[in-house]
Structures are given as C-alpha cells and as structure tokens.
C-alpha cells in the first residue's frame, strides 16, 4: 500500500515539473508547425504532379500534354519529394497524438 502510494506521489510530481511541462509543450508547438508547413508544401506537390487523363485535370487543361512514353526524371523526384513529405506529415500527426494521449492536462 506504501509503495503505490509513493509511486502516485512520484508519478503526479513527474507531470508537474515545470522543466518537463515547458519541453512537451515546445515539442508540441514544434510538430504543430512541422504540420502546417508540411500540409501546404503537400498541396503545392499536388498540384505539381502532371495529370494522367481524366478526372478534374483534364478540365483543367492538364489533358492537352502530349505523352512522351514514360515519367521523366523531374516526375519521378516530383514523387519521391511527394512522399517524403507525406511521411514527415504522418510523423508530425502520430507525434502529436501521442503527446495528447499520454499528457494530461
């Protein structure tokens, strides 16, 4: 009984030290940042990629292009740039839901 005692003792000082309070709320902010940046450097990616035919980006004039029978290597770094980016962003979103599930508030 003593011993869960102390460690619920140990375990609420642990969650209100300030050193500790000021660095998960600087993590945070960081990964809520590394999101924002990441989401509109997404989007511009995107709207980078040429269209392949149908859908929206042939209304768009994105079907007008002549196909030179295969991606070039500016399309391949386009998609190589497009998933790095996307996986810094599913980091960013992992790291803050866990921020938020195991801190309380």
């Known amino acids: 009984m003593c011993i869960a ?3 619920r003792t140990e375990l609420a000082h642990a969650q209100t030290t300030p050193g500790l309070t ?3 709320t600087a993590v945070r902010i960081s990964l ?4 924002v940046i990441t989401s509109m450097f997404q989007t511009l990616l995107i709207l980078l990629h040429k269209g392949k035919g149908g859908g929206l980006s042939d209304m768009f004039g994105g079907g007008v292009s002549s196909s030179l029978g295969g991606s070039s ?4 770094n ?3 740039f497009t998933i ?3 996986l810094v962003w599913t980091a960013a979103i992992v790291g803050l839901g866990l ?7």
């Open 99 to 105: 921020i938020e599930r195991f801190t309380t508030s």
């Open 73 to 76: 290597v500016a399309e391949k």
């Open 22 to 24: 000021d660095f998960v």
């Open 32 to 35: 809520q940042v590394v999101l």
């Open 5 to 7: 005692a102390t460690t």
């Open 78 to 80: 386009l998609d190589r």
């Open 84 to 86: 790095a980016v996307g």
